[in-house]
């Protein structure tokens, strides 16, 4: 078997393995990390697919690709992080706040 049909048969198990975490866990950051694994398993694919002819060169095009693909799953992962952190904290806010009863207008002073 060719160094490259294991590149691209470890990542369909990566990404099979990312999609797997993905569905199954309910903790925000575990999901975030599925992501940038079955990411990464596609990207690795890609890698192993840019090698069309085994003596020649690479296709550069999906290698351009792969390192695009890099620099979006960094800041979409960076985004990610700071949307949970927000919802963390806004849950953290909403369970320490007392619930004041409404007050009708005739109360007020």
Do not use: C
């Amino acid at each position: 078997m060719s160094p490259w049909a294991v590149y691209s048969l470890s990542g369909v198990a990566m990404f099979s393995v990312g999609l797997v975490g993905l569905f199954s866990h309910q903790h925000v950051v575990k999901r975030i990390l599925a992501a940038n694994i079955a990411g990464s398993g596609v990207l690795l694919v890609l890698v192993a697919l840019a090698r069309r002819v085994p003596t020649g060169a690479p296709d550069p095009v999906p290698q351009a690709l792969v390192l695009t693909g890099i620099v979006v799953s960094v800041s979409a992962t960076a985004l990610a992080v700071a949307l949970a952190r927000r919802m963390a904290r806004l849950r953290a806010e909403q369970s320490h706040t007392p619930e004041r009863e409404p007050v009708s207008d005739g109360e007020r002073s």
